[in-house]
Nanobody, 128 residues
Framework: QVQLAESGGGSVQTGGSLRLSCAIS????????MGWFRQAPGKEREGVAA?????????YYADSVKGRFTISQDNVKNMLYLEMSSLTPEDTAKYYC????????????????????WGQGTQVTVSS
């Protein structure tokens, strides 16, 4: 099982930037897909970015964040990051990192059921 702990959330104004971090601990031997999700009040959990840690290193971004968000991993520090820029109020949500094991890189996307381990989340609030 993998333990995940997010940090870096906060309040910013429209157009601002934030970097979310996710500390990864525990056994990652059975994990090859890392993702960031978000959930706003009254809305379903939405996958925003995913990173396949296998040889192909596939990346996935939701259309709503393409060109603004960047997912990355530091294997030495056991950290997952989400760099967010040009933030808008529509990005306001609680952000979660997640880990899972998938059979193929194209399964490492935005489907929550493919992820078995989740962090507690960090709140991001963007004001206009």
């Amino acid at each position: 099982q993998v333990q995940l702990a997010e940090s870096g959330g906060g309040s910013v104004q429209t157009g601002g930037s934030l970097r979310l971090s996710c500390a990864i601990s525990g056994s990652t031997s059975w994990t090859n897909c890392m993702g960031w999700f978000r959930q706003a009040p009254g809305k379903e959990r939405e996958g925003v970015a995913a990173f396949y840690t296998g040889s192909s290193r596939d990346l996935y971004y939701a259309d709503s964040v393409k060109g603004r968000f960047t997912i990355s991993q530091d294997n030495v520090k056991n950290m997952l990051y989400l760099e967010m820029s040009s933030l808008t109020p529509e990005d306001t949500a609680k952000y979660y990192c997640a880990a899972g094991l998938v059979y193929t890189p194209d399964n490492c996307r935005a489907t929550p059921s493919r992820y078995s381990d989740w962090g507690q989340g960090t709140q991001v609030t963007v004001s206009s």
